[in-house]
């Protein structure tokens, strides 16, 4: 059973920066793509970035500039640094893969930002 774990989220304040790593667990990532989600309270579920096998990656608006997604295939691993956050980043962040027909989530990291 693939899983996928998540760790880095913490308190932070406005302006300031984290790092989120994603650890893959029972497969190889380096062939997925991998997606990393936000859900604030009382909202839907959003992507914020992705990164296929080919290294291409993908943003949402918002946070085009200030997020950076990467892998590091020998550690099986997917980070997102987060630059510049601010208040309206607040939110429990997954990491997804999509193993056709298939849907694994990790358990999140509260990533909370204090203006």
């Known amino acids: 059973q693939p899983q996928l774990v998540e760790s880095g989220g913490a308190l932070v304040q406005s302006g300031g920066s984290l790092r989120l790593s994603c650890a893959a667990v029972?497969?190889?990532?380096?062939?997925?793509?991998i997606g990393w989600y936000r859900q604030a309270p009382g909202k839907q579920r959003e992507l914020v970035a992705g990164i296929n096998s080919g290294g291409r990656t993908n943003y949402a608006d918002s946070v085009k500039g200030r997020f950076t997604i990467s892998r590091d295939n020998d550690k099986n691993t997917v980070y997102l640094q987060m630059n510049s956050l601010k208040p309206e980043d607040t939110g429990v962040y997954y990491c997804?893969?999509?193993?056709?027909?298939?849907?694994?989530w990790g358990q999140g990291t509260q990533v909370t930002v204090s203006s």
């Open positions: 029972g497969f190889t990532l380096d062939y997925y793509v």
């Open positions: 997804n893969v999509f193993m056709g027909p298939y849907d694994y």
